[in-house]
């Protein structure tokens, strides 16, 4: 278990960090526009006496704490920022005051617990190397961590391994879970439109081309991707969110193009490949079938996400000495959700670990991205001293 002293000190923040979550929760922004939040986080980073650089990849921060001891190590320890398109039902004092946009994926409770080890960071600089703090804009689809790699993030503050952590609901207060390799999805969206001539539906189908007709057999052919070119062994999800064609105040008309949207989902990069190649196929050879042509647009906003075995290790052992081994879980199961961090650990060795952010004593809790989501303020001192753990194995913080 953890030294009782360092969660000791981690526990005086807590009513600060409470306070800041709050602010952050009550003030949500969209991705590559967390200004507001991206100011506070720098303000923050300064006040503790940490070395700031503000607009990497944008709008994201990150804080440079450099040990006492010798070592040229560095790591990263990445949260994410912004919040979601979603009006928000919790009725919370501190709900938010943005209309339409909430945080319902906890990420300003990620930002507040990374806050929290940069303050005790900056408190207890008896390690070896460098810690970067890297708070990211954009995870939430529009490319936060994408924008950070391309503005030089690694190249201009150096990691050997870098490290994030999300919150999950319906896991009890207390308890972590992670697992080595593919751990989140690879998460696409994807729109066919087919394209006839349309026609009268009633007097003469005959003389169109039927796009109606080639979005069914589409949707049915779909699900042979899954079954027939995807081994039973993996995980693959594709399924159809929108159809739009037509109206229905001219019911005897036949329309002339038919639009199909979805999303996709899997957890390896072969799998992706056949799913862009299957999918794409599929469609054009439906619409040639009925005389029709289609247009396809394939986008994956997120690969699997992979983590590495020797940065997995690190981490399960920095909540075993948090919580004790009964509590981690190192073989959780993989999880469909997609995360943009699957970027950084292309780009280098890392791991990320769900943090357990409690079951409503309701037996019904509410999920991520719904509009009653609330991250839960009794973690923050286990997020904090995790990511303090995090440094005391790859550091040898004192």
Not at 56 to 72: D, E, H, N
Not at 172 to 198: E, S
Not at 200 to 218: E, I, N, R, W
Not at 300 to 323: C, E, F, S, Y
Request: hydrophobic letters at 40%; one cysteine or more; charged letters at 20%.
């Amino acid at each position: 278990m953890t030294d009782t002293a360092t969660l000791d000190k981690i526990r005086s923040y807590h009513e600060e960090l409470t306070a800041i979550r709050r602010d952050i929760h009550a003030h949500p922004e969209m991705g590559l526009e967390e200004t507001r939040t991206a100011a506070l986080v720098a303000a923050k980073l300064r006040e503790w006496g940490i070395e700031v650089t503000e607009g990497v990849g944008i709008t994201g921060v990150v804080g440079t704490v450099r040990g006492r001891l010798p070592g040229q190590r560095s790591i990263g320890l990445r949260a994410d920022m912004d919040a979601l398109s979603i009006p928000e039902q919790t009725g919370l004092p501190y709900a938010s005051q943005n209309a339409g946009v909430m945080h319902a994926c906890g990420h300003d409770g990620h930002t507040t617990m990374l806050l929290g080890a940069a303050r005790y960071l900056s408190e207890n600089r008896d390690f070896s190397g460098t810690v970067q703090l890297i708070f990211q804009p954009a995870e939430e689809g529009r490319g936060g961590a994408t924008a950070m790699l391309k503005d030089g993030l690694f190249e201009r503050f150096p990691c050997d391994a870098v490290y994030g952590m999300h919150n999950m609901p319906g896991i009890p207060v207390g308890k972590f879970a992670t697992r080595k390799g593919a751990f989140l999805a690879g998460a696409g969206a994807w729109k066919v439109v087919f394209k006839g001539t349309g026609g009268h539906g009633g007097a003469t189908p005959h003389l169109a081309t039927d796009v109606t007709v080639a979005q069914a057999q589409y949707i049915m052919a779909l699900q042979t991707v899954v079954s027939r070119n995807i081994s039973p062994q993996e995980a693959v999800v594709i399924s159809v969110g929108s159809i739009h064609g037509g109206s229905n105040q001219s019911s005897n008309v036949m329309p002339a193009e038919l639009e199909l949207t979805g999303t996709m989902r899997c957890f390896s990069k072969p799998a992706q490949a056949i799913l862009d190649k299957r999918m794409e196929e599929l469609a054009h050879a439906t619409a040639a079938l009925n005389g029709c042509t289609a247009e396809v647009e394939l986008r994956w906003g997120t690969t699997p996400m992979v983590n590495h075995g020797d940065q997995t290790d690190v981490a399960v052992k920095a909540a075993n000495a948090l919580v004790g081994d009964a509590n981690v879980n190192p073989n959780a199961a993989p999880i469909t959700g997609g995360e943009d961090f699957c970027f950084m650990l292309d780009a280098k060795p890392g791991a990320m670990i769900m943090i357990g952010n409690g079951v409503h004593e309701s037996g019904t809790t509410p999920n991520l991205h719904t509009p009653l989501f609330n991250f839960n303020d009794e973690i923050i001192p286990l997020g904090v001293n995790w990511w303090v753990n995090i440094v005391r194995e790859e550091l040898k913080l004192g």
